[in-house]
Every structure is written in C-alpha cells, then in structure tokens.
C-alpha cells in the first residue's frame, strides 16, 4: 500500500531550537507538500516541492525552511522554533503532473513548542 | 492566485436528512476542484474532485458535487447523512496541473441523533 511516513506523531520542543519534521514517501512522487493546520484556520500551505532540490514557497513560508536532497524524503525545519509555531504538520506527495489525483497525506505530526 | 471560501464553520443536521456544503472559488478560469474529508483522529480522505467534463460529480461514501462555473461554486451534497459523516469537511482548489492546492478553512459537520 501506498505510503507518506511523517517520523513522529508527537513532538514537544523548546522556543528557539532547531526543528526537523520528517516525511518519506514510497511512491517514487516528484511533487511533495507541507502544510500546517490549525483550528478555524485549514489547510494552509508553507512550502512545497516540484522535485529534488526544487522548492517553492507556499502561502507561509516565514519561519521555515525546506530540503528535498533525495526524491522520498521532504523535510521541514524551524530554524528557531517559537510558540506561534505549535500546530499539526501535515505533509503530502503527488506524481508529477497529475494535479487532478488525489494527494496522499501522511498522519501528521503535532508539534508544541513551549 | 486561487483561493477558496467556505461560508459555514459548523453545521448540524439531523441523521437521515440531506446536507449541503458550499464552497466558493476564486479563479479567472475552471480551477481543479476538491472536497476532503477528516474524520477525529484520521488523516484526509478524498471524496471527489472535478477538473473538466460533467459538472455534477459523484464521489465516495454516496456524496456528490456540483461545478457551478456561473456562481463560482462547488458544493457538495448528500441525500441522506449517517451519524459516520461528522467530520472537518474541506473544500480545495488548484489552479493548472503541477500546482500546490489551497484549503478552505473547513466546515465541521455535527449529526444529532
């Protein structure tokens, strides 16, 4: 079965550290996504990946940066973490060209930075 | 850019009778259409999308949208909701294929007995 793995389900961090959230995909897809979600406020985008090494900014990329060193793995990380940035991180991968499939999420990881 | 509007945070309805969501986009021309759905606890589900062809889709879990390009809208319906159907409910769009898609905020639905 298909497969989007986001390494930890639940983190509890520090303001001001270094944040890494992870995300494999098994599916060999070129396109993948991170989105955060909070209450009242959906889905919204922060960064996203056409392909290896190809990053675009979503619509809040502020506070985070982004790595696709190899085409499985996409990761999230916040440079110095702060309390604005507690929320559920999803990520997400596409096969190239086919905006009109579904996205295939991972469980999400729920970050608390205290 | 492409953006989407989901008018209703909460809806109640009761068990057997039927539902509307609405969602409104704005785009120049015919966006990719999605609706999501997110059980408590779950990760999201598709339940339909549109892109082209017949504007009355038909999705999973007997729920069905339709594509009106004149009013801007994709709601989404059911003609009889099961007490399993409450859920965060999420309207997407994207504007060409390759591009990322953007939410709604949701709407979350409540089914009373």
């Known amino acids: 079965d298909v497969k989007v793995t986001q390494s930890s389900r639940y983190l509890v961090k520090r303001t001001r550290e270094k944040v890494f959230l992870e995300c494999v995909q098994d599916?060999?897809?070129?396109?993948m996504f991170w989105y955060r979600q909070d209450p009242g406020l959906g889905l919204r985008l922060i960064y996203f990946s056409y392909d290896v090494k190809m990053k675009e900014k979503g619509d809040i990329p502020e506070g985070y940066s982004v790595s696709r060193e190899k085409k499985e793995r996409f990761s999230l990380i916040l440079e110095s973490a702060s309390t604005n940035q507690t929320s559920m991180y999803l990520c997400a991968s596409r096969r190239q060209g086919t905006t009109n499939e579904k996205l295939f999420f991972g469980s999400g990881t729920q970050l608390s930075v205290l | 850019a492409q953006s989407v509007t989901q008018p209703d945070i909460h809806i109640t309805v009761s068990e057997g009778a039927s539902l509307e969501l609405r969602c409104n986009y704005s785009?120049?021309?015919?966006?990719?259409l999605f609706w999501y759905v997110q059980s408590p606890g779950q990760g999201l589900q598709l339940l339909l999308k549109y892109f082209s062809g017949d504007t009355l889709v038909q999705g999973i879990k007997g729920f069905e949208a339709e594509f009106k390009r004149s009013q801007s809208s994709f709601n989404l319906r059911k003609p009889s909701v099961h007490w399993s159907d409450a859920a965060e409910y999420f309207c997407a769009v994207a504007a060409n294929s390759g591009y990322a898609l953007n939410f709604g905020k949701g709407t979350s639905l409540l089914v009373t007995p």
């Open positions: 785009y120049g021309a015919t966006p990719y």
């Open positions: 599916m060999d897809h070129e396109n």
